[in-house]
């Protein structure tokens, strides 16, 4: 295992450069930029680490440094690929791991990072499950389809999806640092995951944003934006601001999570340049919420970026009250409001992953009136074929009849309500 990372950090430290062309996909993270240059750049002084840290670098990684570690190139570089190389690191895995992937399936990455906050985990946690293949996904259900929300229905032209009509979905990119094995963009993400789409193929997407006045909010999505380097975020984030009806720019990603050393000093600053812009950070559960990501999250809410968490519901994973309430109340505590709870989309082989839709609506009564209300995110399905979110909500709403609404309380009290016609 030492000597296969080891390999693997001088094949990286060796990248010939390229020149960011409009012609061409952009090579990962190192485009315009020679990767030393852009290493110096990305280093986070004084970025927190949990204490095991150490230990574990010099059990897996015995060359590199902490100024390594805290560097996302270096974490991106050393990316784990291979269930042997976790293995070398978790242990023993349970039987149903899955030594190779089918051909155009949705690879298997996780950063060194998050390897480590697995170690530190106890057992077979949970959180294993949401990274690391296994054979249950590539068993196909009735109901299960590539594209379940028929975002490519919805595409008027290359990486734009316009469902509703004052917002598009701009998927700049179809990398990430890690891929979540429940992604409802498995057909697309991590298939030429070596580089990100073009600049002509941006240029496509911010064209169509600019003829469509109607259009005041763009979430810019993929993919992980944040893996793209600084210059080039900023290069897509000044076009859309220059749009003079655009006036909310969203950020979707996992970066936090995954790659919290991502979040630099230079990425704040060059971030706070774009406001209002707005960020949203996928969570699943509770013990991702470590030293590290706390401190991305709360770099990025000093930088004046509100933070939203997105969630998808997961059976044997995070499906309990208890679970979504510890989560909640953290994601509070790093300034983190918890925005949506999603039913999990049917893509193919996610059977094991998804919940009977009463498991939402039960979390969502277990919550409000037990915790803030600030802790009580939408659940929402995101209708098959392209109907868009809808949200659910448990039944507090008994009858409106003879001038009167009756209504159910958190404790399941009936009380009434003076209506007016």
Known sequence: MKSEMTTARSTASGENTQVDSPDAPVPLVVAGQHPDQLERMSIVPNFPYDESVTRFINQFYP??????????????????????????????????????????????QITPYFASLLSRLPGRHPLYRTVIPTKEELIVS??????PLNETGDSPTR??????????????????????????????????????????????????????????????????????????????????????????IRIGT?????LPMRVTNSLTRMLKKYHPLMM??????????????????????DAGIPLGSQTVLLKGINDEVETFKKLNQGLLKVRVRPYYIYQCDP??????FRTPVSKGLEIIQGLRGY???????????????????IPLLPN??????????????????????PDIA
């Open 347 to 352: 893509i193919p082989g996610s059977l094991h």
């Open 142 to 147: 009735p109901g299960e389809v590539a594209d």
């Open 159 to 248: 990486l734009i999806v316009h469902r509703y009509p004052d917002r598009v979905l701009f998927l700049v990119t179809g990398f990430c640092s890690a891929y979540c094995r429940y992604c409802t963009r498995s057909h697309m993400v991590g298939k030429q995951h070596k580089s990100h789409a073009s600049t002509r193929e941006w240029d496509m997407g911010i064209e169509y944003i600019a003829q469509n006045k109607q259009i005041r909010d763009v979430l810019i999505s993929g993919g992980d934006p944040l893996t793209l380097p600084d210059f080039r975020l900023e290069y897509l984030l000044s076009k859309l601001r220059a749009i003079p009806h655009v006036e909310i």
């Open 396 to 417: 507090y709403l008994q009858s409106i009849e003879n001038g009167e609404v009756i209504l159910k309380n958190y404790e399941g009290n009936t009380y009434t309500y």
């Open 254 to 258: 996992k970066v936090p999570v995954v």
């Open 280 to 301: 949203s950070v996928h969570f699943a559960h509770p013990d991702e919420l470590s030293v590290e990501t706390q401190e991305a999250c709360n770099r990025l809410a």
């Open 63 to 108: 060359t590199a440094t902490i100024r390594d570690w805290n560097n996302w190139i270096w974490q991106l570089k050393n990316s784990i690929h291979t269930t042997q190389q976790l293995t070398d690191i978790l242990g023993k895995t349970e039987g149903e791991l899955i030594s190779s992937l089918p051909e155009n399936h949705l690879p298997f």
């Open 371 to 389: 915790t803030s209300g600030y802790a009580v995110p939408h659940f929402v399905i995101d209708a098959p074929g392209g109907g868009g979110k």
